[in-house]
């Protein structure tokens, strides 16, 4: 079993920036592909951020593409979601999965583990 614990949410004013972390335990994880999710109120979970187990494979919605950057550390059993030059759209609460598969995937439904999710609040 994988547990994973998001960190980094808060409140920031719109062209600012957060970075968000998710760490791992009960198993490593280099092998699994890590995304990131987010959900904003009444609305349904959207992908964000993948990355399979290559740090160098990762891929991106459109609506954060050139804004956002993840990368993972799989030593430190972490991945990260650097959020630059944010907006007021960005605003939800932000899920870390994790993928028994090194290969990633835009779908919710094909990932094994969820963290509880972090606050992200952009103010205009």
């Known amino acids: 079993q994988v547990q994973l614990v998001e960190s980094g949410g808060g409140l920031v004013q719109a062209g600012g920036s957060l970075r968000l972390s998710c760490t791992a335990s009960g198993r490593t994880f280099s092998n699994y592909a890590m995304a990131w999710f987010r959900q904003a109120p009444g609305k349904e979970r959207e992908f964000v951020a993948g990355l399979g187990w290559s740090p160098g494979s990762s891929y991106y919605a459109d609506s954060v593409k050139g804004r956002f950057t993840m990368s993972r550390d799989n030593a430190m059993n972490t991945v990260y979601l650097q959020m630059d030059s944010l907006k007021p759209d960005d605003t939800a609460v932000y899920y870390c999965?994790?993928?028994?598969?090194?290969?990633?995937?835009?779908?919710?439904?094909?990932?094994?583990?969820w963290g509880q999710g972090t606050q992200v609040t952009v103010s205009s």
């Open positions: 999965a994790g993928r028994r598969w090194s290969l990633g995937s835009r779908l919710p439904g094909e990932y094994d583990y």
